[in-house]
Protein backbone atom coordinates (compact mmCIF):
# COMPACT_ATOMS: atom_id res chain seq x y z
CA UNK A 1 0.00 0.00 0.00
CA UNK A 2 1.19 3.69 -0.87
CA UNK A 3 1.05 6.17 2.09
CA UNK A 4 1.06 9.52 0.76
CA UNK A 5 2.18 12.70 3.08
CA UNK A 6 1.30 16.35 2.52
CA UNK A 7 4.40 17.65 3.55
CA UNK A 8 3.43 21.11 4.51
CA UNK A 9 7.01 23.60 5.39
CA UNK A 10 5.33 25.95 7.60
CA UNK A 11 7.67 28.73 8.70
CA UNK A 12 7.66 29.64 12.27
CA UNK A 13 10.14 32.51 12.78
CA UNK A 14 10.97 33.37 16.25
CA UNK A 15 13.06 36.29 16.68
CA UNK A 16 13.92 36.13 20.23
CA UNK A 17 15.74 32.99 20.04
CA UNK A 18 16.55 33.23 16.22
CA UNK A 19 14.97 29.54 15.28
CA UNK A 20 13.22 28.75 11.97
CA UNK A 21 11.00 26.02 12.49
CA UNK A 22 8.60 24.08 10.23
CA UNK A 23 5.19 21.84 10.29
CA UNK A 24 3.83 19.02 8.11
CA UNK A 25 0.16 18.48 7.95
CA UNK A 26 -1.87 15.36 7.12
CA UNK A 27 -3.54 15.19 3.98
CA UNK A 28 -6.95 15.16 4.61
CA UNK A 29 -8.03 13.14 1.22
CA UNK A 30 -10.44 10.24 2.81
CA UNK A 31 -8.79 8.00 -0.27
CA UNK A 32 -5.41 7.77 1.26
CA UNK A 33 -4.17 6.77 4.12
CA UNK A 34 -2.09 9.22 5.62
CA UNK A 35 1.16 9.87 7.86
CA UNK A 36 3.02 12.52 9.06
CA UNK A 37 6.58 11.83 7.96
CA UNK A 38 8.57 14.27 6.85
CA UNK A 39 19.29 8.30 11.09
CA UNK A 40 23.06 6.58 11.80
CA UNK A 41 26.03 5.18 12.41
CA UNK A 42 29.95 5.52 11.77
CA UNK A 43 31.23 7.36 9.06
CA UNK A 44 34.58 8.42 7.88
CA UNK A 45 36.06 11.91 9.46
CA UNK A 46 38.19 12.34 6.63
CA UNK A 47 38.93 16.28 5.71
CA UNK A 48 37.47 17.25 2.71
CA UNK A 49 40.48 19.32 0.89
CA UNK A 50 39.60 21.59 -2.60
CA UNK A 51 42.61 21.88 -4.16
CA UNK A 52 43.13 26.24 -5.76
CA UNK A 53 41.56 26.54 -9.18
CA UNK A 54 43.32 28.35 -11.84
CA UNK A 55 40.78 30.11 -14.03
CA UNK A 56 42.07 29.34 -16.81
CA UNK A 57 41.37 26.30 -16.60
CA UNK A 58 38.32 26.12 -14.23
CA UNK A 59 34.62 25.03 -15.90
CA UNK A 60 32.46 27.30 -15.52
CA UNK A 61 29.06 25.85 -15.61
CA UNK A 62 26.54 27.72 -17.88
CA UNK A 63 23.88 30.35 -16.32
CA UNK A 64 22.02 30.81 -19.23
CA UNK A 65 19.48 27.60 -18.68
CA UNK A 66 18.24 25.64 -16.47
CA UNK A 67 18.20 22.62 -18.77
CA UNK A 68 20.74 19.55 -18.33
CA UNK A 69 21.15 21.12 -14.52
CA UNK A 70 20.32 20.16 -10.69
CA UNK A 71 20.03 23.32 -8.33
CA UNK A 72 20.64 22.53 -4.85
CA UNK A 73 18.65 24.21 -2.10
CA UNK A 74 20.97 26.71 -0.01
CA UNK A 75 19.41 27.94 3.31
CA UNK A 76 22.84 29.63 4.42
CA UNK A 77 20.94 30.80 7.44
CA UNK A 78 23.38 29.54 10.34
CA UNK A 79 24.74 32.16 12.77
CA UNK A 80 26.33 31.74 15.74
CA UNK A 81 28.23 34.07 18.75
CA UNK A 82 31.17 36.14 17.29
CA UNK A 83 30.43 35.98 13.55
CA UNK A 84 30.15 38.99 11.38
CA UNK A 85 26.22 38.77 12.20
CA UNK A 86 26.24 39.22 15.84
CA UNK A 87 23.29 37.68 16.45
CA UNK A 88 23.87 34.94 18.13
CA UNK A 89 23.29 31.24 17.90
CA UNK A 90 20.08 31.02 15.24
CA UNK A 91 19.15 27.48 13.77
CA UNK A 92 21.31 25.64 15.94
CA UNK A 93 19.52 26.50 18.93
CA UNK A 94 16.20 27.77 21.04
CA UNK A 95 17.95 30.09 22.67
CA UNK A 96 20.02 32.50 20.77
CA UNK A 97 22.41 33.37 24.00
CA UNK A 98 22.84 29.32 24.83
CA UNK A 99 23.63 25.89 22.99
CA UNK A 100 22.98 23.06 25.44
CA UNK A 101 22.10 19.34 24.30
CA UNK A 102 18.39 20.73 25.29
CA UNK A 103 18.17 23.53 23.20
CA UNK A 104 20.02 21.80 20.10
CA UNK A 105 17.83 21.96 17.16
CA UNK A 106 19.77 20.95 14.39
CA UNK A 107 19.73 16.70 13.27
CA UNK A 108 22.98 16.86 12.02
CA UNK A 109 25.98 17.85 13.54
CA UNK A 110 28.44 19.58 10.36
CA UNK A 111 31.84 18.15 10.33
CA UNK A 112 34.15 20.78 10.15
CA UNK A 113 37.11 18.45 9.43
CA UNK A 114 39.70 20.72 7.92
CA UNK A 115 37.80 24.14 8.66
CA UNK A 116 40.19 26.82 9.43
CA UNK A 117 40.44 27.88 13.49
CA UNK A 118 38.37 31.47 11.94
CA UNK A 119 35.95 29.32 10.75
CA UNK A 120 34.90 27.73 13.42
CA UNK A 121 32.80 28.90 16.43
CA UNK A 122 32.84 26.89 20.01
CA UNK A 123 29.40 25.12 21.47
CA UNK A 124 30.64 26.19 24.95
CA UNK A 125 30.05 22.65 27.15
CA UNK A 126 29.86 20.63 24.21
CA UNK A 127 32.61 18.35 23.89
CA UNK A 128 33.29 15.67 20.85
CA UNK A 129 33.69 11.86 22.15
CA UNK A 130 37.70 12.18 22.21
CA UNK A 131 37.22 15.15 24.64
CA UNK A 132 37.56 17.81 22.16
CA UNK A 133 36.19 20.68 22.06
CA UNK A 134 32.84 21.05 19.38
CA UNK A 135 32.26 23.62 17.04
CA UNK A 136 29.59 24.85 14.53
CA UNK A 137 29.72 27.20 11.16
CA UNK A 138 28.34 30.32 10.44
CA UNK A 139 26.73 31.14 7.27
CA UNK A 140 27.55 35.01 7.85
CA UNK A 141 30.99 33.89 7.47
CA UNK A 142 32.40 34.62 4.03
CA UNK A 143 35.02 31.64 3.97
CA UNK A 144 33.18 29.10 4.84
CA UNK A 145 30.34 30.09 1.95
CA UNK A 146 33.64 30.11 0.22
CA UNK A 147 34.36 26.60 1.12
CA UNK A 148 31.04 25.32 0.39
CA UNK A 149 31.16 26.32 -2.95
CA UNK A 150 34.15 25.15 -3.67
CA UNK A 151 32.65 21.57 -2.87
CA UNK A 152 30.14 22.07 -4.82
CA UNK A 153 33.15 23.20 -7.68
CA UNK A 154 34.79 19.64 -6.66
CA UNK A 155 31.77 17.14 -6.69
CA UNK A 156 30.54 19.17 -9.94
CA UNK A 157 27.23 20.62 -8.47
CA UNK A 158 26.27 23.21 -10.78
CA UNK A 159 24.74 25.82 -7.80
CA UNK A 160 22.45 26.25 -5.74
CA UNK A 161 18.82 28.62 -4.97
CA UNK A 162 19.51 30.88 -2.26
CA UNK A 163 16.61 30.64 0.34
CA UNK A 164 15.52 34.26 1.39
CA UNK A 165 12.65 34.76 3.57
CA UNK A 166 10.63 37.64 3.08
CA UNK A 167 9.84 37.51 6.83
CA UNK A 168 13.85 37.81 7.43
CA UNK A 169 14.58 40.93 5.19
CA UNK A 170 15.02 43.48 8.22
CA UNK A 171 18.12 41.50 8.77
CA UNK A 172 20.99 42.89 6.94
CA UNK A 173 23.08 39.53 7.23
CA UNK A 174 20.47 38.42 4.98
CA UNK A 175 22.71 40.38 2.01
CA UNK A 176 25.88 39.74 4.30
CA UNK A 177 24.97 35.92 3.16
CA UNK A 178 23.73 37.08 -0.59
CA UNK A 179 27.12 38.70 -1.47
CA UNK A 180 29.29 35.67 -0.17
CA UNK A 181 27.10 33.34 -2.52
CA UNK A 182 27.67 35.93 -5.69
CA UNK A 183 31.41 35.95 -5.03
CA UNK A 184 31.58 32.57 -4.25
CA UNK A 185 29.37 31.53 -7.29
CA UNK A 186 31.74 33.60 -9.11
CA UNK A 187 35.23 32.55 -8.57
CA UNK A 188 33.66 29.11 -9.10
CA UNK A 189 32.05 29.06 -11.87
CA UNK A 190 29.08 28.07 -9.98
CA UNK A 191 25.20 29.39 -10.83
CA UNK A 192 22.92 30.33 -8.55
CA UNK A 193 19.30 32.42 -8.40
CA UNK A 194 17.16 33.58 -5.65
CA UNK A 195 14.64 31.76 -4.20
CA UNK A 196 11.72 34.16 -1.96
CA UNK A 197 10.34 31.83 0.77
CA UNK A 198 6.67 33.25 1.50
CA UNK A 199 6.34 31.35 4.72
CA UNK A 200 5.19 32.64 7.77
CA UNK A 201 4.60 36.22 6.51
CA UNK A 202 0.84 38.12 6.34
CA UNK A 203 -0.65 37.09 3.32
CA UNK A 204 -1.46 41.02 2.98
CA UNK A 205 2.46 42.23 2.93
CA UNK A 206 3.53 39.48 0.63
CA UNK A 207 3.28 41.31 -2.65
CA UNK A 208 4.37 44.69 -1.34
CA UNK A 209 7.31 43.30 0.26
CA UNK A 210 8.76 40.88 -2.30
CA UNK A 211 8.32 44.00 -5.14
CA UNK A 212 10.44 46.22 -2.76
CA UNK A 213 12.79 43.65 -2.58
CA UNK A 214 13.13 42.62 -6.17
CA UNK A 215 13.16 46.22 -7.05
CA UNK A 216 16.41 46.40 -4.35
CA UNK A 217 18.44 43.65 -5.84
CA UNK A 218 17.77 44.36 -9.54
CA UNK A 219 18.48 48.16 -9.48
CA UNK A 220 20.49 48.41 -6.55
CA UNK A 221 22.39 45.62 -5.94
CA UNK A 222 22.63 44.63 -9.29
CA UNK A 223 22.18 40.57 -8.61
CA UNK A 224 20.80 39.63 -11.79
CA UNK A 225 23.23 41.27 -13.66
CA UNK A 226 26.03 38.30 -12.47
CA UNK A 227 27.44 36.64 -14.99
CA UNK A 228 26.12 33.03 -12.67
CA UNK A 229 22.90 34.53 -12.20
CA UNK A 230 20.84 32.09 -13.69
CA UNK A 231 18.92 33.21 -16.65
CA UNK A 232 16.19 31.08 -19.08
CA UNK A 233 15.36 32.42 -22.52
CA UNK A 234 17.75 35.98 -21.73
CA UNK A 235 15.72 36.59 -18.04
CA UNK A 236 16.80 35.53 -15.26
CA UNK A 237 14.82 32.90 -13.09
CA UNK A 238 13.29 33.92 -9.63
CA UNK A 239 12.29 31.02 -7.33
CA UNK A 240 8.43 31.64 -5.77
CA UNK A 241 8.14 28.61 -2.79
CA UNK A 242 5.39 28.42 -0.36
CA UNK A 243 2.42 28.70 -3.39
CA UNK A 244 -0.27 26.55 -1.17
CA UNK A 245 -3.81 27.02 -1.87
CA UNK A 246 -4.45 26.79 2.22
CA UNK A 247 -2.44 29.92 2.90
CA UNK A 248 -3.50 33.17 0.92
CA UNK A 249 -5.85 32.36 -1.87
CA UNK A 250 -5.06 32.34 -5.51
CA UNK A 251 -5.57 36.37 -6.18
CA UNK A 252 -2.55 36.73 -4.33
CA UNK A 253 -0.44 34.31 -6.00
CA UNK A 254 -1.39 36.15 -9.40
CA UNK A 255 -0.01 39.21 -8.00
CA UNK A 256 3.13 37.37 -7.42
CA UNK A 257 3.41 36.33 -10.86
CA UNK A 258 2.75 39.53 -12.22
CA UNK A 259 5.32 41.21 -10.59
CA UNK A 260 7.70 39.47 -12.64
CA UNK A 261 5.78 38.65 -15.81
CA UNK A 262 3.86 42.58 -16.39
CA UNK A 263 7.05 44.72 -15.65
CA UNK A 264 9.48 44.92 -18.62
CA UNK A 265 12.31 46.02 -16.09
CA UNK A 266 11.95 43.53 -13.80
CA UNK A 267 10.86 40.75 -15.78
CA UNK A 268 11.78 37.05 -14.76
CA UNK A 269 10.87 33.26 -15.46
CA UNK A 270 9.47 32.02 -12.06
CA UNK A 271 9.84 28.78 -10.62
CA UNK A 272 6.98 27.86 -8.25
CA UNK A 273 7.36 25.74 -5.36
CA UNK A 274 4.07 24.18 -4.47
CA UNK A 275 2.31 21.09 -2.91
CA UNK A 276 2.95 17.50 -4.23
CA UNK A 277 -0.44 17.54 -5.16
CA UNK A 278 -1.01 20.25 -6.96
CA UNK A 279 -2.68 18.66 -10.38
CA UNK A 280 -5.69 17.33 -7.28
CA UNK A 281 -6.51 20.87 -6.46
CA UNK A 282 -10.21 21.55 -7.02
CA UNK A 283 -10.14 25.44 -7.18
CA UNK A 284 -9.76 26.37 -10.63
CA UNK A 285 -8.76 30.10 -9.79
CA UNK A 286 -5.07 27.96 -8.35
CA UNK A 287 -5.29 25.80 -11.18
CA UNK A 288 -4.70 28.52 -13.88
CA UNK A 289 -1.86 29.60 -11.34
CA UNK A 290 -0.04 26.69 -11.18
CA UNK A 291 -0.27 26.69 -15.47
CA UNK A 292 1.09 30.46 -15.34
CA UNK A 293 4.21 29.54 -13.85
CA UNK A 294 7.57 29.09 -16.40
CA UNK A 295 8.58 25.83 -14.21
CA UNK A 296 6.66 23.58 -11.65
CA UNK A 297 8.72 22.33 -8.80
CA UNK A 298 6.01 20.33 -6.34
CA UNK A 299 7.94 20.32 -2.85
CA UNK A 300 8.43 16.15 -1.90
CA UNK A 301 9.96 16.08 1.21
CA UNK A 302 8.79 13.91 3.31
CA UNK A 303 6.37 12.33 0.41
CA UNK A 304 7.25 8.67 0.38
CA UNK A 305 5.76 5.24 0.15
CA UNK A 306 6.66 1.94 1.87
CA UNK A 307 7.75 -1.09 0.17
CA UNK A 308 8.94 -4.50 1.51
CA UNK A 309 8.92 -2.38 4.88
CA UNK A 310 11.05 0.22 3.68
CA UNK A 311 10.34 4.10 3.10
CA UNK A 312 10.97 5.35 -0.77
CA UNK A 313 10.73 8.79 -1.89
CA UNK A 314 6.87 8.90 -3.92
CA UNK A 315 7.57 9.40 -7.25
CA UNK A 316 4.62 8.12 -8.65
CA UNK A 317 3.36 11.20 -9.66
CA UNK A 318 6.13 12.67 -11.64
CA UNK A 319 5.11 11.21 -14.74
CA UNK A 320 1.72 12.91 -15.05
CA UNK A 321 3.15 16.21 -13.82
CA UNK A 322 5.92 16.28 -16.26
CA UNK A 323 2.69 15.65 -19.06
CA UNK A 324 0.67 18.41 -17.80
CA UNK A 325 3.56 20.91 -17.13
CA UNK A 326 3.98 19.92 -20.43
CA UNK A 327 0.30 20.80 -22.26
CA UNK A 328 1.02 24.32 -19.88
CA UNK A 329 3.87 24.82 -21.73
CA UNK A 330 6.15 25.12 -18.65
CA UNK A 331 8.87 23.13 -17.44
CA UNK A 332 8.47 20.10 -14.50
CA UNK A 333 11.43 20.52 -11.78
CA UNK A 334 11.14 17.58 -9.43
CA UNK A 335 12.59 17.85 -5.87
CA UNK A 336 15.03 14.90 -4.70
CA UNK A 337 15.55 14.61 -1.31
CA UNK A 338 18.19 12.37 0.58
CA UNK A 339 16.18 11.62 3.90
CA UNK A 340 14.34 13.55 6.90
CA UNK A 341 14.52 13.78 10.18
CA UNK A 342 13.81 16.26 12.99
CA UNK A 343 13.45 15.05 16.01
CA UNK A 344 15.53 17.57 17.87
CA UNK A 345 13.57 20.42 16.47
CA UNK A 346 10.10 18.89 17.18
CA UNK A 347 10.67 16.07 20.09
CA UNK A 348 11.04 12.21 20.74
CA UNK A 349 7.37 12.25 19.13
CA UNK A 350 8.59 13.44 15.32
CA UNK A 351 10.63 9.74 15.26
CA UNK A 352 7.61 8.57 13.17
CA UNK A 353 8.71 11.21 10.65
CA UNK A 354 11.94 10.15 9.88
CA UNK A 355 12.79 9.00 6.76
CA UNK A 356 15.98 6.86 7.17
CA UNK A 357 18.07 7.32 4.03
CA UNK A 358 19.38 3.29 3.78
CA UNK A 359 22.71 4.14 2.97
CA UNK A 360 21.93 6.60 0.66
CA UNK A 361 19.71 3.95 -1.74
CA UNK A 362 16.45 6.40 -1.00
CA UNK A 363 18.74 9.35 -2.73
CA UNK A 364 19.97 7.93 -5.78
CA UNK A 365 16.57 6.31 -6.91
CA UNK A 366 15.31 8.93 -6.86
CA UNK A 367 18.08 10.41 -9.67
CA UNK A 368 17.45 7.39 -11.36
CA UNK A 369 13.62 7.66 -11.69
CA UNK A 370 13.89 11.25 -13.20
CA UNK A 371 16.29 10.40 -15.82
CA UNK A 372 14.65 7.48 -16.84
CA UNK A 373 11.13 10.21 -17.19
CA UNK A 374 13.50 12.36 -19.14
CA UNK A 375 13.62 14.83 -16.82
CA UNK A 376 16.10 17.80 -17.41
CA UNK A 377 16.41 19.68 -14.77
CA UNK A 378 16.04 19.49 -10.92
CA UNK A 379 16.14 20.44 -7.45
CA UNK A 380 18.20 19.02 -4.21
CA UNK A 381 16.41 19.70 -0.96
CA UNK A 382 19.27 20.85 0.53
CA UNK A 383 22.49 21.22 0.79
CA UNK A 384 23.26 22.91 4.16
CA UNK A 385 19.73 21.92 6.19
CA UNK A 386 20.79 20.13 9.10
CA UNK A 387 18.00 21.22 11.07
CA UNK A 388 15.94 18.72 9.40
CA UNK A 389 18.31 16.35 8.32
CA UNK A 390 18.13 16.71 4.38
CA UNK A 391 21.84 18.48 3.85
CA UNK A 392 24.21 17.00 1.72
CA UNK A 393 27.10 18.11 3.10
CA UNK A 394 29.39 16.53 5.46
CA UNK A 395 28.21 15.60 8.89
CA UNK A 396 30.31 14.34 11.55
CA UNK A 397 30.64 10.50 12.32
CA UNK A 398 31.05 11.23 16.19
CA UNK A 399 29.20 13.80 17.03
CA UNK A 400 28.82 14.98 20.56
CA UNK A 401 26.17 13.74 22.83
CA UNK A 402 25.25 9.96 22.65
CA UNK A 403 23.12 9.00 20.08
CA UNK A 404 21.36 12.90 19.48
CA UNK A 405 22.07 13.39 15.87
CA UNK A 406 22.09 11.08 13.11
CA UNK A 407 25.31 10.55 10.77
CA UNK A 408 25.66 8.87 6.87
CA UNK A 409 25.45 5.26 8.41
CA UNK A 410 28.42 4.80 7.77
CA UNK A 411 29.30 5.99 4.69
CA UNK A 412 31.92 8.42 3.99
CA UNK A 413 31.46 12.29 5.22
CA UNK A 414 31.57 13.51 1.60
CA UNK A 415 29.14 10.22 0.01
CA UNK A 416 26.06 12.66 -0.52
CA UNK A 417 28.16 15.46 -2.17
CA UNK A 418 29.33 12.82 -4.55
CA UNK A 419 25.85 11.26 -5.36
CA UNK A 420 24.41 14.51 -6.19
CA UNK A 421 27.37 14.78 -8.50
CA UNK A 422 26.58 11.95 -9.61
CA UNK A 423 23.30 12.42 -10.16
CA UNK A 424 23.39 15.37 -11.79
CA UNK A 425 25.75 13.87 -14.46
CA UNK A 426 22.79 11.15 -15.37
CA UNK A 427 20.70 14.15 -15.82
CA UNK A 428 22.97 16.17 -17.85
CA UNK A 429 23.18 13.11 -20.15
CA UNK A 430 19.79 12.40 -19.99
CA UNK A 431 20.50 8.43 -19.74
CA UNK A 432 22.11 6.17 -16.40
CA UNK A 433 25.28 5.21 -16.17
Known sequence: MIYFVRAFIGCIILYAIGLTSYAIEDDPKPSSSE????????????????????????????SNTLRHKVLCGYQGWFRCPGDPANVGWRHWSRN?????????????????????????????GLLNPDGSQAYLFSSANGKTVRRHFNW??????????????????????????????????????????????????????IVDTLKTDWIKLVDVLKVTQDRQYIK????????????????????????????FKNNDAYHARVIGGCP????????????????????????????????????????????????????????????????????????????????????????KRQFEQAVELGVDTAYVAMFDEVDEGTAIIP?????????????????????????TGEGSKMIRRGRLP
Open 152 to 205: MKRYDIDGVFLQRFLVELHDSSVDLVLDHVRKSADSTGRIFAICYDLSGIPADR
Open 96 to 124: AKQLTPRDATFEMWPDLSGFDIDEKYPAP
Open 276 to 363: WYWRSEKDPQWRRVFHRLDVVSPWNVGNYTETDGKRLAATNSWKDDMIETKQAGSTFMPVIYPGFGWMNLKGKTASRSTIPRLRGEFF
Open 35 to 62: RSAQRSSIQSNEAIVVRSVNPSEMHVVN
Open 232 to 259: EQNQPVVFIWGLYPDRFDSKIADHVIDL
Open 395 to 419: VSNTPPGRNQFSTYEGLPNDSYLKY
